[in-house]
C-alpha cells in the first residue's frame, strides 16, 4: 500500500498526530512522508551535518547548548558505579560530561560506565574521534542503533538521557517505553529538548523570526547544508509542549515527573523515575 498524506498538517503539540491512524505516515519537519522513510531522512540529516554539528550548535545557540547540557548532568548528579544509556549521544557532549561528573577523567579514579547510541554511524565517527583526542580510554561503548527498539536486556541502567534527539524519532511514545523498559527500578530518566514556543510571546516572535531566517543560513554558510537546518527548525516546532510531553513519559510508566524550562523556554530538562 502506498503512504496516504494527511489532508491538514498536526498540531505542533499533539504527538499523537504525528501519523495517520493506520501508522502510515509520519512528519518530516512540515512534510508529510511515509513513516517507514522518515528514519533514512532524518538519518541523511545528521550525516549531512556531522562534521560541523558541534560548531553550528555553538553557532546556532550563541554557545548556551554547553550550559544546558552541563544542567543535564548536573541534574543527573553522576556517581561513581552509575551506568549511562546516552541515547542520541554520538558526538559524546553528554557522555564525556557525565565520565568528568563520575570521576573518570583526569586520572579521578572514577568506576562509572556510560553507553552511547546513536542511530547514525556518522555522528558516532565524529564521537569517537573526540574521544580519542582527549585521551579517553575504556568505561565507554558505542552502539548504534534505534531509539525505539534499543538493543539491551531489560533493567540494564541506572540512567537515561537523551539531549535535542526524541524530537526526530518516528515514534515518540515506543522510545519512551523502550527508555523505561532497559532502566532498572530507580533508574532515572532525563531529556533535553527544544520547546516549540517560549513563554513570552513578543520573544516567541523574535525567536521564531531568528530560527527562520538565520538557522538555515548559518547552515548553508558553514555547513553548506540549509535543507538540514530548516529541517531542524521545523521538528522542534512539531514537537510538543512541555506538559503534553511530561503526559506522554507518564503513560510509558515513569513517575515524580517534571520539567525545568531554560533561557526563557527555548528548551526544558524533562525529568521522571522508574518506580
Request: hydrophobic share 40%.
Amino acid at each position: 500500500m502506498t503512504a496516504q498524506t494527511p489532508t491538514h498538517p498536526p498540531l505542533p503539540n499533539d504527538p499523537e498526530q504525528t501519523a495517520d491512524p493506520a501508522g502510515k505516515t509520519a512528519w518530516f519537519g512540515n512534510q508529510p512522508v511515509a513513516e517507514a522513510d522518515k528514519a533514512r531522512r532524518v538519518h541523511d540529516v545528521f550525516k549531512s551535518v556531522a562534521g560541523r554539528y558541534d560548531l553550528m550548535n555553538d553557532v546556532m545557540s550563541g554557545g548556551l547548548h554547553r550550559l544546558w547540557k552541563s544542567s543535564l548532568i548536573d541534574s543527573l548528579n553522576p556517581r561513581a558505579g552509575m551506568h549511562l544509556l546516552d541515547v542520541a549521544g554520538g558526538t559524546g557532549d553528554i557522555a564525556f560530561r557525565f565520565l568528568k561528573g563520575a570521576g573518570d577523567l583526569k586520572g579521578a579514579g572514577g568506576q562509572g560506565h556510560v553507553t552511547i547510541l546513536d542511530i547514525n554511524d556518522a555522528m558516532l565517527g565524529v564521537g569517537r574521534q573526540r574521544a580519542e583526542k582527549l585521551g579517553i580510554k575504556g568505561r565507554m561503548d558505542w552502539l548504534c542503533g534505534d531509539a525505539q527498539h534499543l538493543p539491551l536486556p531489560d533493567q540494564t541502567v541506572d540512567a537515561y538521557t537523551i539531549a535535542f534527539g526524541i524530537r526526530n524519532v518516528t515514534r515518540i511514545d515506543e522510545a519512551l517505553s523502550e527508555a523505561y523498559r532497559v532502566l532498572k527500578y530507580g533508574g532515572h530518566f532525563l531529556c533535553l529538548e527544544f520547546c516549540p514556543h517560549l513563554a513570552l510571546p513578543l520573544l516567541d516572535r523574535l525567536y521564531a523570526r531568528y530560527s527562520d531566517a538565520m538557522i538555515p543560513r548559518f547552515g548553508q554558510w558553514l555547513a553548506d547544508d540549509a535543507p538540514s537546518y530548516r529541517y531542524l527548525v521545523e521538528s522542534i516546532r512539531r514537537f510538543p509542549d512541555p506538559l503534553t510531553f511530561e503526559a506522554m513519559c507518564g503513560r510509558a510508566g515513569f513517575s515524580k515527573l517534571s520539567h525545568r524550562l531554560l533561557s526563557g523556554g527555548v528548551c526544558a530538562i524533562h525529568s521522571g523515575w522508574k518506580l
